[in-house]
């Protein structure tokens, strides 16, 4: 549960100069290091404070899971690697209002394919602010999760670059 892969959100460096795997923003907003420990349980990850109602796959993969009722979805690349998007869980309460989901369990996707449309007006009358959690729910292979933007714009900005761990210390 440590923070320790994670390095802060910064500007210093050129996002373009970033090594590793990089994994484009499913949505557009304000972004910040998740750091509550409940979901710090399921993987590393970032906070979207949204302001779009689009949700796009960041990866090509498989939805190998899906809850509409606070817009979960896991999508698993062919590597087996598993990402989260999700409303916060408080949110299932809501029963899916707001919520359109595009995908179903085994659909594949690609990288930028619209996966969730969600209506903010609806959604914001209970649920303020408006954040989508976007979790890597297996860090362990990687050494490095670099968050090159305070701010990202949906399928053009990198919200996560993926460095991996030296071969030696594997």
Do not use: W
Request: aromatic fraction near 4%; charge should be positive; hydrophobic fraction near 40%.
């Amino acid at each position: 549960m440590s923070h320790s892969r994670f390095n802060s959100i910064t500007r210093n460096a050129s996002p373009g100069k970033v090594k590793g795997i990089k994994i484009l923003a499913p949505a557009s907003g304000k972004v910040e290091i998740i750091s509550d420990p409940t979901l710090l349980a399921l993987g590393e990850g970032v906070a979207i404070y949204l302001t779009s109602h689009h949700v796009v796959s960041p990866i090509n993969g498989t939805v190998v899971d899906i809850q509409p009722s606070h817009a979960r979805v896991i999508i698993q690349a062919k590597n087996k690697l598993k990402f989260l998007i999700q409303l916060p869980s408080s949110y299932a309460a809501q029963m899916g209002l707001g919520i359109g989901c595009i995908v179903k369990k085994g659909d594949s996707v690609a990288s930028g394919q619209p996966i969730l449309n969600l209506d903010l007006y609806k959604i914001q009358q209970h649920l303020k602010p408006i954040t989508l959690q976007f979790l890597i729910l297996d860090s362990a292979p990687f050494g490095r999760i670099q968050v090159p933007h305070k701010t990202v714009e949906v399928n053009q900005d990198t919200i996560f670059s993926l460095v991996a761990l030296p071969k030696h210390i594997k």
